[in-house]
């Protein structure tokens, strides 16, 4: 049995396109209760075009990344507000290969607008032989409570273009016994930052 991608003795059903995707996690989100977990296992992705802060960091402009940053998260306030609402739990797991990618130093720039919205936002460092081989062929996926998995095909380029769903309970418990593994291993995003800093200022 292969978790990434899924074997076929686990049944997952193949989405074939980002709008296909995107329905499903429209329809799984609603259903929330305790927890929305987020794995991210991929250094570096591709954001849709005519992402602006995007743009700007690319073209080195870091003071029009930090303002435009917390305007992209405007689209994310109707999760966050079923998040407070409904009282669950969100959590983000970024693996992270030093050195950072670009899009990782990026998106690192994201993550305190995540964690002020009530995201937890940790970090497990795959520089650490034993941690890698755990996690080192796994794929970003979602788990919603335990009653299903969004897995994310972003193919050779960086764009998602759909993914499998996952949605009996015998699909579902590696999947669940995998997230439950990470905080085994992740360290909080300020703490992941301090260390960071302070390598910096030992050089």
Known sequence: MTLFPPSPDLRARRLDSLDSFLRVFDALWPRLQSRFFKYERLQSYEELPGTESWDAFKAGDSDRVAKLMPRSYLKQMPLYRDMLLKRFH???????????????????????????????????????????????KTLDFMLFDDFGVLINDYGTTGNLQGGWLLDSQASLKPYIDLAESTYLHAVPLGYFLYEGSQEEGGK
């Open 90 to 136: 969100y959590d983000r797991i970024r693996m992270v290969e030093k050195p950072l990618s670009d899009y990782l130093r990026y998106e690192f720039q994201a993550y305190p607008f995540n964690a002020m919205f009530g995201e937890r936002v940790m970090v497990i460092d795959l520089n650490r032989d034993r941690v890698k081989a755990m996690y080192e």
